[in-house]
């Protein structure tokens, strides 16, 4: 194992990714930002500074299991306070895991602004895999705003706006994309370059490619799809799975796949890489934006020339709502489901509906907001010194710890269930329950969960207790290991995860306006390791120093 050294410097200033320019955040002046590539094993250093004139940052390090450093997951609120304007901050962990992955500041809805980029780590265990494919690209897909983020989230979050998220004004591909100035009218307010480049993949005939997809959006789900060429699907967040032949692949915010991707068509054109947003899943409509945003493969090298007719969409047409590729499609070659739950919960999530009420979304009825100056995670600490929970409990609200519903043991509104509480570790089974009418990509911080059923109605609990809960179910062998899922409309998914990492670990809606409407809650994890736990010096300055978040 090697230590792999990066200095991220966070900084704001002028940018134009499709010819439209506006204010956006950069890491060292880059956007998207560097790649960190790294083998399992490895010690990861980033030296975080933040350069920004009135704002605090944080990144976090998504899917990273975080064993033993919490406290650099990179959560504002809830494992850091935000690193203040000309200080910097050290994150420094193992990377005990492999597969695709990426990294976003975690401070209000600051990624949208420039601060993310791809994180990928190789294994041995990926060797059978590395069979399958010659040399590999990182393909980044998003949504992109002509308006920085915050001016976006306030008219989001203002009174009866329910669920009326902003839409994008375009997608790009590795942080380009074609824009046509005159969708604006002249009078409009930017300034606008017509931008005719869009990223290029270059690849060499009869070669096979891993195409790392990451959506690193704020709303939409993309299809995905290479004109004339179909693609093999082999990873889903960082597990690997048995080749599924696919079309197009679904890709909502935060997840990731990787597809082969064989060279194998006439060498006569190029072809169009194809990002198709999922509209349906938008209320309203934005004139100026372009559903489907275009990156080129090109077969010849020749970075610029625009495929020809020859070049053909597939037929199929859009899903109707943002839905995942079929979990049971995907079969794990590794990373098999843990038998038998020690816990389960049901949890709720809705919006706040009703006329002048603010659009706050709603878990098991409490809705996230960042605490002030302090951390769930300082405050679980503090509370557990005396090696209980009620401690934690004790140390910021009078409530002790329930097992459904709302625990008010933090400051502000905060949903904290406890898991591994009984100094042994469990499998969790959490039944979620949408009670809304969108689709949500929903992350676990610090884990991989799998995912055991989804459906809609009543939950059929003598089912649960006769199929779920015995050791090594039939049915639930092949369950498909990831760290964000797609939500359907009014429908519930039952999933689990071994809850071996203490911490506080946040579970949340991966759209970012979601987010900040409160669309999140947290688990605590083996209190019985936090309560002996100092959270270092350099993370907990921060809090003192803070402005604010
Ligand atoms: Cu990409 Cu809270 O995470």
């Given amino acids: 194992p090697t230590t792999r050294h990066y200095d991220f410097v966070i ?29 399992m ?7 975080v500074t933040n350069k920004l004139s009135a704002n605090a940052t944080a990144v976090h390090w998504h899917g990273m299991y975080q064993n033993g450093t919490n406290w650099f997951d990179g959560t504002t609120g809830i494992t850091q306070c935000g690193i203040p304007p000309g200080q910097s901050l050290v994150y420094n962990f193992t990377l005990d895991q492999s597969g695709t992955y990426w990294y976003h500041s975690h401070y209000g809805t600051q990624y949208l ?4 980029g791809p994180l990928i780590i190789h294994a041995p265990e990926e060797a059978d895999a590395r069979q399958l494919y010659d040399q590999e690209r990182v393909v980044l897909i998003q949504d992109w705003y002509h308006d920085f983020s915050t001016v976006n989230l306030e008219t989001y979050l203002a009174p009866d706006n329910e669920n009326t998220e902003p839409i994008p004004d375009n997608g790009l591909v590795n942080g380009m994309a074609f824009f046509n100035c005159s969708a604006y009218d002249s009078d409009y307010g930017y300034t606008c370059f017509d931008n005719n480049t869009c990223s290029v993949l270059s690849l060499e005939p009869n070669t096979r490619t891993r195409l790392r997809f990451i959506n690193t959006g704020a709303f939409a789900e993309f299809e995905l799809s290479v004109d004339n060429h179909t693609l093999s699907v082999i990873e889903a967040d960082a597990t690997l799975v048995k080749p599924v032949s696919v079309h197009r692949v679904p890709i909502h915010v935060a997840q990731r796949y990787s597809v082969i991707l064989e060279t194998n068509q006439s ?11 999922v509209t349906n899943c938008f209320t309203g409509n934005n004139p100026v934006l372009d559903p489907t945003t275009k990156a080129v493969i090109s077969y010849s090298g020749n970075k610029t020339a625009v495929p020809s007719d ?39 999530f809705s919006f706040g509906i009703g006329a002048y009420q603010l659009d706050r979304a709603k878990f098991n009825g409490t809705s996230w907001s960042v605490l002030d100056n302090t951390t769930t995670l300082q405050q679980a600490i503090d509370g557990l010194g005396g090696g209980t929970q009620e401690g934690a409990a004790a140390s ?41 009418e969108g689709s949500h990509p929903f992350h676990l911080h610090g884990h991989e969960f799998w995912i055991l059923q989804t459906g809609s109605g009543p939950f059929n609990w003598t089912h649960y207790h006769e199929e779920i809960y015995p050791a090594g179910a039939p049915g639930i062998a092949d369950a498909l290991r990831r760290d964000t899922f797609t939500l359907q409309p009014y429908k519930w998914t039952l999933f689990r995860f071994v809850a071996d990492n203490a911490g506080l670990w946040a579970f949340h809606c991966h759209i970012a306006w979601h987010l900040e409407a409160g669309l999140m809650m947290q688990f605590m994890s083996r209190p019985d390791v936090l309560g002996e736990a100092t959270v270092p010096e350099a993370v907990r300055g921060l809090c003192a120093a803070s402005t604010g978040r």
């Fill in 41 to 47: 094993g490895d010690r990861l250093v980033v030296n």
């Fill in 396 to 436: 910021g609200g009078s409530n002790s710890w329930a097992v459904e519903g709302p625990v008010g043991a933090f400051g502000g509104d905060q949903f904290v269930l406890g898991v591994s509480t009984d100094n042994q570790i469990d499998v969790v089974d959490i039944l979620l329950y949408s009670l809304d």
């Fill in 113 to 116: 602004d420039g601060i993310l």
């Fill in 267 to 277: 060498t006569s054109t190029n072809y169009w890489l194809r990002g198709a947003m």
């Fill in 310 to 348: 020859a070049s053909v969409d597939w037929a199929d047409a859009l899903p109707e709502h943002c839905i995942d590729l079929d979990a049971r499609d995907l079969i794990p070659s590794t990373q098999k489901v843990p038998p038998g739950a020690t816990k389960m919960w049901r949890l709720d």
């Fill in 11 to 39: 900084t704001e200033g002028q940018g134009w990714p499709d010819g439209v320019v506006r204010d956006m955040l950069f890491i060292n002046g880059k956007f998207p930002g560097p790649l960190i590539e790294a083998n």
